[in-house]
């Protein structure tokens, strides 16, 4: 399956997406101010993969002037429906439809591994003003956490994933290098179980294993965790990074 089926997977799923995927801590997004050296309040911010608008919101809730960058139909849709009031453009990390130097902040929630680096950095510095920043942030499930570690490994066994390709995937996730500066934050969430089994059919590799295949996969995990949580409320643990470059 290509990188670009994947992506687009995302966009029969969108309603899905919007309602189970987590949110960002708030140490993040303070995190990404202090690591670009300026607030988020009135700046002016390019949100790029936006999706569903999971990561615009909360810019929008610290003041920021946001416009929104989304490849995706479905997910556009979505994203209109939960922010009708902001900016939303089509268009890709790789050729972002902005002028140039018009933005202090360009931001990647879940979406840089999308992009080509070879093209989307340079666009990113294109568009930022100067002393501008890029800011690309992650939530990943905490593996250090016995029962997230031992889910992992059989969801990388079903879907077919070898260990190779599950560590390219973390490093293409998040840019690094002496010119990033990252920043991780731990936090946890309570949701029911039907939410967590919901968040994992939002993900890409489940999305286009078939219907049929996702609903078995889906199901034995559900009939684990109805055991090892049998309160029906799974807490889910997170390690959210954010790697931020100064222009």
Do not use: C, K
């Not at 889906?218 to 470059?245: H, K, M």
């Amino acid at each position: 399956m290509t990188t670009t089926s994947r992506a687009r997977s995302f966009d029969r799923a969108a309603a899905l997406y919007a309602a189970n995927r987590p949110s960002y801590p708030a140490g993040l997004l303070d995190a990404v101010e202090e690591l670009s050296g300026r607030p988020l309040a009135g700046a002016r911010i390019a949100d790029v993969g936006a999706g569903t608008g999971i990561l615009t919101a909360l810019l929008r809730a610290r003041g920021a002037r946001v416009v929104a960058v989304e490849p995706g139909a479905g997910m556009a849709a979505e994203f209109r429906r939960a922010l009708p009031d902001v900016p939303l453009v089509h268009g890709d990390g790789d050729r972002l439809p902005l002028a140039a130097a018009s933005v202090d902040l360009v931001t990647y929630a879940q979406a840089w591994h999308w992009t080509d680096p070879d093209r989307s950095v340079p666009e990113a510095l294109r568009v930022l003003r100067p002393g501008g920043a890029l800011a690309v942030l992650r939530n990943d499930s905490d593996e250090s956490v016995p029962w997230i570690a031992d889910q992992a490994d059989r969801l990388r066994r079903s879907l077919g994933i070898d260990e190779d390709t599950a560590r390219e995937e973390r490093v293409r996730s998040l840019p690094s290098g002496p010119d990033f500066a990252v920043r991780r934050v731990r936090w946890s969430r309570r949701v029911p179980l039907e939410t967590h089994l919901a968040n994992l059919a939002s993900q890409s590799h489940l999305l286009v294993l078939g219907r049929e295949r996702a609903a078995a996969v889906l199901d034995e995990e559900r009939e684990r965790l109805a055991r090892l949580f049998p309160d029906g409320t799974v807490e889910e643990a997170y390690v959210a990074a954010a790697s931020v470059t100064v222009r």
